[in-house]
């Protein structure tokens, strides 16, 4: 078995796991194309196959957010270098699962950590390719044991993790605020905003495509994607009423700004309220399901092929609230 299949395969066996089972499905990485695309500042965006990637440049070298699949790597890695020689210094993993920290292993190679930076028990990595970060959450869902087997290969780990709500790097000429949101898309979810270029990468805390994906194995909760789409909007400064300013990369979807979210945050709430309210009904799920309490919002984020259904999505909050 070639070491791309491989990368395929465990990717769709640990997703599986998760029970994220239309992740899982193949796809020929061959025929995928990387888009790049300018956020703002020093900031851009990378679609291809599986999260978007965000990518910060600048004269101290490369950081990225997320690496999407295993066979993108080479892909990714001549999209970046149309922006720059530098060495790629740091990847941020906003969560866990295998369509945003399947290509940690080889972009880690294909980078050199700066001298002194790696410095959370991990001496053994100094200056051996990117530094990995991560909150510690996301370390412990990818280092676990599925099946007898790790949920991502140990070399794919995180190098540097944070425990408490936020890390800070100065890179670049830059703020970048690692902040955690804890019990939303995951336990270990991460949003990193990147301050004087005024971009914030949300990993799956926020998507344009579909309905979230709360995965509740991975400890992820809908109160929490309400409030962290509420941090989102915090962080946010429109140019005028909810237009422009601050720019949002999405975990999968088009670039977008606090209107956006904005609308997101609004239909993400409102579910999860009517949900609420059939639950303090005494309504049993299938019931629950039967009212469709996402009727209104199911021709825009409930598409044929749909990665995350309306049923599925009610599901999650069902069962959310019920704990």
Same mark, same amino acid.
């Given at each position: 078995m070639t070491r791309a299949r491989f990368n395929i395969v465990f990717a769709a066996v640990a997703l599986a796991a998760l029970g994220a089972v239309?992740?899982?499905q193949q796809q020929n990485f061959d025929n995928v194309e990387v888009h790049l695309l300018k956020a703002q500042g020093n900031v851009y965006m990378l /679609?291809?196959?599986?999260? #978007? /990637?965000?990518?910060?440049?600048?004269?101290e070298g490369v950081l990225i957010v997320d690496t999407q699949y295993a066979p993108m790597s080479a892909k990714l890695l001549s999209a970046i270098r149309t922006l720059s020689q530098a060495p790629l210094r740091y990847i941020i993993n906003t969560h866990s699962h295998p369509d945003h920290v399947g290509g #940690?292993? #080889?972009?880690?190679?294909?980078? !050199?950590?700066?001298?002194?930076?790696?410095?959370?028990?991990?001496?053994?990595? !100094? &200056?051996?390719? &990117?530094?990995?970060?991560?909150?510690?959450?996301?370390?412990?869902?990818?280092? !676990?044991?599925?099946?007898?087997?790790?949920?991502?290969?140990?070399?794919?780990?995180?190098?540097?993790?944070? =425990?408490?709500?936020?890390?800070?790097?100065y890179f670049n000429g830059e703020g970048v605020h690692v902040i955690h949101q804890p019990a939303a898309h995951t336990d270990g979810d991460s949003l990193v905003f990147f301050r004087k270029s005024d971009v914030i990468s949300t990993g799956d805390l926020f998507v344009t495509?579909?309905?979230?994906? =709360?995965?509740?194995?991975?400890?992820?909760? /809908?109160?929490?994607?309400? !409030?962290?789409?509420?941090?989102?909007?915090?962080?946010?400064?429109? /140019?005028?009423?909810q237009e422009g300013g601050t720019m949002v990369i999405p975990g999968h979807g088009r670039l977008s700004d606090i209107g956006d979210v904005i609308n997101y945050r609004e239909m993400v709430t409102i579910v999860r309220d009517r949900v609420q309210d059939l639950v303090k009904k005494n309504m049993t799920l299938e019931q629950v399901k039967a009212a469709k309490p996402t009727r209104d919002y199911d021709p825009l984020y409930n598409a044929p092929g749909a990665f995350i259904t309306g049923d599925a999505f009610v599901e999650a909050v069902y069962r959310s609230l019920k704990k």
């Open positions: 239309p992740y899982a /679609v291809g196959a599986g999260g #978007n /990637v965000t990518v910060q440049a600048g004269p #940690n292993e #080889n972009l880690k190679k294909a980078g !050199a950590t700066i001298a002194g930076g790696n410095v959370t028990l991990d001496i053994g990595d !100094a &200056a051996q390719g &990117a530094q990995i970060i991560s909150h510690i959450n996301a370390y412990k869902r990818m280092s !676990a044991r599925v099946n007898g087997q790790f949920a991502t290969p140990a070399a794919a780990w995180p190098t540097s993790t944070f =425990i408490g709500e936020d890390k800070k790097l495509n579909g309905y979230p994906f =709360i995965d509740l194995a991975a400890g992820g909760n /809908v109160q929490g994607i309400v !409030a962290g789409l509420n941090r989102i909007i915090d962080l946010c400064i429109p /140019v005028y009423g």
